[in-house]
């Protein structure tokens, strides 16, 4: 290889330690994201069970009053009774105290329902409020972590990113714009080596994407100094120095 498919391989090589360790401070930063999540679905899950609750109060006090105006019904059927003039109204007004019973006891079962439920999710709410304690906890620490990791990273980051405006210097100005234009592309991966999988049948391929190149590309890299781009995934093309 030349001087500039050289200092091309080794802007590679840091490109890749630089990409590495921009990737370690995203993942660590995830971290605290996730915790975050976590924390703000017990937080809606804790508001949505308060309104439930709220909700089914109401329903409750609503059937409270009905009972109350049933219970003044049922007192004027019971002094009815008393006042009855014949065995015939007697009977009459006492049916309608009965079915009236009857389905005052329903709606008392309806409250006591609802009591058990607003119970229920009460201890539900208890629950998750634990949960967010405990959520709050973890978050501060995971926080304090990533803090101190994501300092360290950033220093990790500096110093190879000095490391590559070094080996940038190397590199002539038209080669290191596509190094970096192929590299925004490919996630940094600017350079593919052409691969020789069968010395025999004479067939390379680039090692980024695959493709067949002719024998001539193949030729004029072992030749000369020159950037050569894949014509199908455009990455500069290089081949290794075969070990003597
Ligand atoms: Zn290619």
Known sequence: MGTVLDALVKL????NNLRAARAKLTRSRRNVIIKENELRTFQKSLQAKQEEIQLTKIQADRLELELKSTEQTLTKYRAALNVAKSNKEYAAILTE??????????VENQVLELMKNIDADQAQCDQTKQQIEQAKNDLAEIRKQTEEQAKKYEDEIAQIDHQWQQAARDVPAAALETFKRVAETYDGEAM?????????????????????????????????????????????????????
């Not at 105290?97 to 329903?106: E, G, I, R």
């Open 97 to 106: 105290l009965n079915t009236t019973k009857a389905d005052s006891s329903k």
């Open 192 to 244: 593919a080596e052409i691969e020789i999988p069968d010395n025999r049948s004479g067939i390379y391929t680039c090692g980024g994407c695959f493709m067949t190149l002719t024998t001539e590309t193949a030729n004029t890299l072992m030749s000369r100094d020159e950037v050569l781009r894949c014509p199908n995934c455009t990455r500069i093309l290089y081949i290794k120095q075969m070990e003597s």
């Open 12 to 15: 590679q090589s840091v490109e």
